[in-house]
């Protein structure tokens, strides 16, 4: 039975994402290949266990197993199944019974990655659980910091809007600090976490307080239903105070990145033409999206562990 | 002989000890100008040739190739480097790390690939490597080449170019560098 | 039934406590207490505390259309093997007492029960919570505590008729003060923890909020109320100042609630998800504080189907199991004299029961042998597949306790022996 996993940052801390984004280089280079995929983990079975709808996730965990040469099991669950009355025990062990190596689990509750293990030896991938964590978002994210601005060390990252019910918030908080990054959360308190005394983070609820500061500023996605709830009086409101507009995104820093992690409501948390301003890097995460799955899936199923093997190259 | 502590240990850990010199600086370096010599022989010229080292042990030896190649026919050849990490066949079986990102910045497609390892032993790590450069063309031919053939093959596999055959047994480890070849165990390995 | 003798063990009751032999009549009743008695059938109880039977004034014990969660028989074994003599069942939507002839039937059906089952009505119509049920006919079938969170709490002028018009059959109503107001997805404390895990929190004023409206409305009409399951310091705070300006007020706090706190549910397992929410341990340890005010010890004893908690924690139902865990939990996380655990597990309990003259109280000749045989140094640890109650998923599974029950008469009648429950023939 694998004590590996990815659930949340936690499980991997800093060496285990020092490992993963290590393994992404080697990836990205097979992604430039005319065949852009490898027999690493032929044999292996990964099952896609998505409660919630993700076609992106959904499709990147499921080309990033391909490209392993893994096979992968779509298990597209409505709420439908749950109130059938299957217990999530019954679903895990009938998934575990057809004999998968790793189980890719998106769920609209928060924690259910962390219960998967009682009913299976499979690895187990969080891919979102309810507000909770998304550590593969927040490995790709940390991937593409790296690449475009060297290394996370000493970068000020401010996470701007929805951080209450934001699961990559929540991820990427741990990531960026575990990289040695600084993190200021931005927001109306609305859409604040009640209590984020032990975060070790910044917050704010003045957003042009931290633009010129920030290496990256990182726009939340709106959900569009909030406004309903008074969690803001309304988009538009939301929009003039926590939008990246074009004249806020004049302000940044020179050298300084703005990322989304998708969908983006064009408009609202960044005006209509900010993906393809040339601080955006938001192409970059979706295309780092599937080479960072394919890092975490040989990570757990083929690596073993992070210990380096190297050296005596006896063969 | 001293104990080598290498920075990078294979997984089971434990300090290399070495028992007995089989090369010294003198002896690699006469080796790989021979095998120069015998890869411009073999191939009758260079313009179809492209070197590829595998991560780690081959990377340098096919660097030294090429340089070899350049001072004899004035001739640039193309160097690659392989890590063949996800094209083995014990992942999942132990742990199978890369080393360094693969670098082959050129098609293989009719080319004449000469794969570069230090030591050649069970054949594995070369049919692994074989399947690998499949996923960078059709070559026109591919061949092998080793500073060291220690016996103990499990797939037929032969070399085309040796720098020395060293009868070993399968419990020892050669370590291969520019200062030489040592032959010896592992100690204090984790069982 | 034969006289019985308990023999050897320390008698603790509001007297206080002394070295004597219990003599049980063949009619169920305490003959005599003293030094030396000799019975024809003789219960070595040595080192340990005899006391009345516990009182519970919160369990759920299935019902005639829920018998998966509980039943009358597997609910009452669980509370005998808690040392419980009594218990009040607590009615579950849909299952609603709200008219005389059901709670009839749930008055016969209480009759299978291994200890005496108290039948609660429901103050509200089940099929419109804004409509005061018929209180004078189901009080005259024999009910006399009302469960009453019925009305929304912005329905302040039902709420307060209710109360009113209750005044008039001397009954009891009966507050859970966990309406959703402020946190309508919200399925833990709202804290630290909540936010770390990103899981919608239930902020301790929404409770206090509502006890605190509900003691002002018992002030101004002066009814009987009883809230149950207090758990914040302030809550109770509130209700003592409401007392102490003479309200008819008592309430509750649950052996979960002093002894589990939030923390638990880093562990996501929905086993922790019970409502009111497990508090911060700053809470805890206030509210332990206050705990010679607070007036019983409530199991909340909400059993449901095993499967049901193998859900996501947001999918899971709230509740856990108590009944067998509440002495333990008390004497392990309390640190109270054990004359003030039976107060509020059997004395005062039954008072607010109005079952006082056959459980809790003294141990006196002529009195109902409703008693429990505890050791209170025992301790154990809970495994939830050994429980008698039909659910196995407990919050208390794996947790150390101090004090466990060996032996409950009901009425004279040996139901447990040795921690084990009596076959009864059922």
Redesign the interface.
């Given at each position: 039975m694998t004590e590996n996993h990815i659930r949340g940052i936690d499980d991997l801390g800093k060496s285990g994402i020092e490992e993963i984004l290590a393994l992404s280089d080697h990836f990205h280079e097979v992604s430039t290949r005319r065949i852009p995929k490898v027999p690493a983990l032929r044999g292996k079975t990964i099952a896609l266990l998505f409660y919630e709808d993700s076609t992106r996730t959904r499709l990147s965990f499921e080309t990033a197993s391909k490209r392993l040469s893994a096979d992968s099991l779509n298990f597209s669950i409505g709420s439908s199944s749950v109130k059938k009355g299957e217990s999530l025990r019954d679903t895990i062990e009938t998934i575990s019974a057809m004999g998968v190596d790793a189980i890719v689990v998106r769920h609209g509750s928060a924690g259910v990655p962390w219960m998967l293990p009682r009913w299976t030896d499979a690895a187990v991938i969080n891919a979102g659980d309810g507000s909770h964590e998304h550590p593969t978002q927040a490995l790709l994210d940390c991937y593409t910091i790296r690449k475009n601005l060297g290394e996370l060390n000493g970068k000020r990252i401010a996470i701007v809007g929805d951080i209450k019910h934001s699961r990559v918030a929540r991820s990427n908080v741990k990531a960026f600090l575990a990289l040695g990054a600084s993190v200021t959360l931005v927001g109306p308190k609305t859409l604040m976490p009640f209590n984020t005394d032990d975060w070790g983070v910044e917050t704010t609820d003045q957003f042009d307080s931290v633009i010129g500061d920030s290496d990256v500023l990182y726009m939340l996605r709106m959900q569009l239903e909030r406004q309903q709830k008074s969690f803001v009086p309304s988009l538009r409101e939301y929009a003039k105070e926590y939008g990246l507009s074009d004249s806020r995104a004049q302000s940044m820093k020179p050298e300084s990145l703005i990322m989304h992690p998708g969908p983006m409501n064009r408009g609202v948390e960044v005006s209509s033409n900010i993906k393809e301003h040339p601080k955006s890097v938001v192409n970059n995460q979706v295309a780092n999206g599937v080479i960072i799955r394919m890092s975490a899936l040989y990570y757990l199923l083929g690596a073993g562990s992070i210990t380096k093997l190297e050296g005596f190259n006896d063969e | 002989m001293a104990d080598l502590e290498r920075p990078n240990t294979p997984l089971d850990g434990g300090v290399f000890h070495a028992r007995s010199e089989i090369m010294n600086a003198d002896g690699v370096r006469r080796a790989l100008w021979r095998m120069s010599h015998e890869i411009l022989e073999q191939n009758r010229g260079l313009s179809e040739l492209v070197l590829v080292g595998l991560e780690v042990g081959g990377v340098h030896l096919a660097q030294k190739l090429a340089e070899n190649l350049l001072e004899i026919e004035k001739q640039k050849v193309p160097v690659g480097t392989l890590d063949v990490a996800f094209y083995r066949d014990d992942i999942g079986i132990r742990q199978v790390t890369p080393s360094n990102p693969t670098d082959m910045p050129f098609d293989l497609t009719s080319r004449i690939v000469v794969l570069v390892d230090d030591v050649l032993f069970t054949g594995r790590t070369i049919r692994a490597a074989m399947d690998a450069i499949v996923d960078f063309g059709r070559p026109a031919a591919v061949q092998l080449a080793v500073m060291i053939d220690r016996g103990h093959r499990e797939l037929p596999i032969r070399p085309d170019y040796v720098g020395k055959n060293v009868p070993t047994r399968r419990d020892e480890l050669v370590d291969v560098t520019e200062n030489g070849v040592l032959l010896g165990v592992m100690k204090d390995a984790k069982p | 039934m034969s006289e019985l003798l308990l023999q050897g063990g320390r008698v603790l009751d509001k007297a206080g406590d002394r070295l004597a032999d219990v003599l049980i009549d063949d009619e169920g009743r305490i003959a005599e207490i003293g030094k030396g008695l000799k019975g024809k059938e003789t219960l070595d109880v040595q080192g340990k505390i005899v006391s009345s039977g516990f009182v519970d004034l919160n369990a759920y014990l299935g019902g005639p259309e829920d018998q998966l969660s509980e039943t009358i028989i597997s609910g009452t074994e669980s509370a005998v093997k808690g040392g419980y003599t009594a218990v009040v069942a607590i009615s579950r939507n849909p299952v609603v007492a709200d008219n005389a002839s059901s709670v009839k039937a749930l008055i016969e059906l209480s009759e299978e029960a291994l200890c005496e089952t108290i039948v609660s009505g429901s103050a509200t119509l089940h099929n419109d919570a804004g409509t005061m049920s018929p209180l004078g006919e189901i009080s005259d079938a024999g009910v006399k505590l009302f469960s009453a969170s019925g009305p929304p709490l912005t329905d302040f002028e039902t709420t307060r008729r209710i109360m009113e018009y209750s005044q008039k059959y001397d009954i009891t109503l009966l507050y859970s003060c966990s309406n959703s107001y402020l946190s309508p997805k919200g399925v833990m404390n709202?804290?630290?923890v909540?936010?770390?895990?990103?899981?919608?929190?239930i902020?301790a004023v929404a409770e206090e909020i509502e006890v605190f409206q509900l003691s002002q409305l018992a002030l101004l009409t002066g009814a009987n109320l009883h809230f149950q399951q207090i758990s914040t310091a302030k809550s109770i705070e509130i209700i003592n100042e409401a007392k102490s300006n003479g309200a008819s007020i008592t309430c509750e706090v649950s052996p979960h609630h002093i002894s589990l706190d939030e923390s638990f549910i880093t562990?996501?397992?929905a086993r922790y998800k019970v409502l009111p929410p497990l508090r911060s341990k700053q809470e805890i340890a206030s509210v332990k504080e206050l705990i010679t005010s607070v007036d019983a010890i409530a199991t909340g004893h909400s059993p449901c189907q095993d499967?049901?908690k193998?859900?996501?924690?947001?999918?899971a139902p709230f509740g856990t199991t108590g009944l067998e865990a509440a002495l333990g939990a008390s004497i392990m996380h309390l640190d109270i004299p054990l004359k003030e655990i039976l107060r509020l597990m059997s004395w005062s309990p039954a008072e607010i029961a109005g079952i006082a003259e056959t459980h809790g109280g003294d141990l006196v000749p002529g009195r109902p042998a409703n008693l429990a045989v505890f050791d209170p140094e025992a301790t154990w640890v809970v495994k939830g597949d050994q429980a008698a109650s039909k659910c196995s998923v407990t919050a208390f599974e794996d947790i150390e306790l101090k004090g466990l029950v060996s032996h409950t008469l009901v009425n004279g009648k040996l139901v447990v022996i040795d921690g084990v429950v009596q076959d009864h023939g059922r």
């Open positions: - | - | 709202e804290g630290a909540s936010s770390q895990l990103g899981i919608p929190g902020p562990s996501f397992d499967h049901l193998q859900q996501a924690f947001a999918d």
